[in-house]
Structure formats: C-alpha cells, structure tokens
C-alpha cells in the first residue's frame, strides 16, 4: 500500500472510530472520571483524565474548557488561559470559555484581559449565570455544597442582583451550618425581591440557630403574612398566633 492510500486508510479508520459508539463511551466515561476528580478537590487526577479525553477528541471544547478549570482551580492559571484560549479557537462563540479565561486573567492581575473577556462572555450568552445558578443546584442536590456554593458565587458575578442565586447559595451555606454566612445571602435576596416568602421561612431558621430569636420571630411572621405554610403552623403552635 502506497504512502497516499495508506494516510487516506488510516484517516478514514480515525474518522469510523470517532463515529463510533465504542468511541462516545469511552470520551463520555473519561470526562465523567475526570469531573468526579474536580469535584473531590484531586486537580491533579482531573488534568490527567482531561487530558486523555482530548487525546480521544482534540475538537472538544468541553475538554479544554474543564481542564483549564481544573488548571486554574489548581492555581496554574498561564496553563489555564491556553486551555481557555483554544476551547474559544475552536467555538468563538463559547461564553463559557471566556468568562473562566476572564476569571483566570484577573487571577494573574490581567484586569483589562479580565473586563473585555468577561464584557464578551455576557454578550455571547446574557443567560450565562442562570448556567451556572443550574450547575449549583445540581451540586446542592447531590450534598457537593460546597461545589454548589462556586457555582453560586460564579453566578453572582455574572449577575450581582439575582434573588434566586443568592437565595441559593444561602440554602448551600445553611446546610454547611454557615448560618451567619446564609443570613447575609437571605437578606442580599430579599434586598432584591422582597417577596420571597420561603426566604423568610429559611432567615428564620438560620437567626434562630445564632439565637436571634427575636429577629426570627419576626421573620416567620413576615413569611406567615406572604402565604408560607410552614411559618404559619410555626406561629400557630409556638405563639398561637394565626395568619
């Protein structure tokens, strides 16, 4: 088999493997490998399955963009911003890639690189902080709180006025028993929705953990007279008061 023919085989072999579902299970195994070690703080281990992952798949900007994370959180924040260079070289358009290459960046004190990536990065995707306000619930659900909360915090950034997302990270560091931490994102979420009748309810039971029991008190009132169920029976039984 001649030079020519021979390339053109193997690039066909590469291309049939890459179809294949052998393939996509094996790069969709890597990657879960790889997130499980981020998760559990092993950056080290999360590179290296990053790393194979794109040894299958060079085009993925998944890949690229978690091993930079994975990089970054690691403290290598050069290696980082490559990573996050190429994840937006192959998809211009990968807000997600942008707004870590602008976290990495103001990282090493690159502020203007940080500003114009992160301008960009809410630009492509005015969403972006729900992604990461989704991500954090994920997390919370699976009692990774403290993953929860990054997620959170990434989202606040994104958006510094979001009710939900500080009522969220507020759930997170309620149940790492934060409860002063939590009182402060209650109250952040009620300065931009003061309706948010389940807040109270949770201010409520935070205040009462550091004793503030007169602050909570007012608080199950406040979430009793926006229709919580949970703070009225509260005062029914505690106070026999009724709503």
């Known amino acids: 088999m001649n030079k020519p ?18 393939y996509a299970k094996s ?18 281990s999360a590179i290296t399955f990053f790393t194979k992952a794109i040894e299958l798949d060079p085009q993925s900007i ?8 994975a990089k970054a959180k690691s403290g290598d924040y050069p290696d980082a911003i490559e990573d996050f260079s190429i994840a937006i070289e192959l998809d211009p358009n990968a807000a997600e890639a942008y707004y870590n290459r602008a976290a990495a960046k103001a990282s090493i004190e690159d502020h203007k690189g940080a500003r114009e990536d992160r301008k960009m990065a809410m630009k492509l995707d005015p969403k972006l902080s729900l ?14 709180y403290q993953g929860a909360i990054d997620n959170f915090t990434t989202a606040l ?22 409860y002063q931490g ?25 205040k009462s953990q550091v004793e503030d029991n007169e602050g909570a ?6 979430a009793a007279k926006l229709g919580n169920i949970s703070a009225q029976n509260w005062l029914k039984e505690n106070l026999g008061e009724e709503e």
């Open 5 to 22: 023919i021979r390339f053109l085989f193997l690039l066909l072999c590469l291309m049939l493997f890459a179809e294949s579902p052998v």
């Open 131 to 144: 992604v990461y306000d989704n991500r954090g619930l994920i997390k919370y659900l699976r009692d990774n």
């Open 27 to 44: 790069f969709k195994s890597i990657m879960l490998q790889a997130e499980e070690q981020l998760d559990k703080g092993d950056y080290k």
């Open 217 to 222: 008190i007012k608080d199950y009132k406040k």
């Open 62 to 69: 998944e890949a690229y963009n978690s091993r930079g994370s």
């Open 182 to 206: 939590a009182i402060e994102d209650y109250t952040s979420a009620l300065t931009f929705d003061a309706k948010l009748a389940d807040v109270y309810w949770n201010r409520a039971l935070a």
């Open 157 to 178: 950034e994104l958006d510094p006025k979001s009710a939900i997302a500080y009522k969220h990270r507020g759930y997170a560091k309620h149940e790492m028993k934060d």
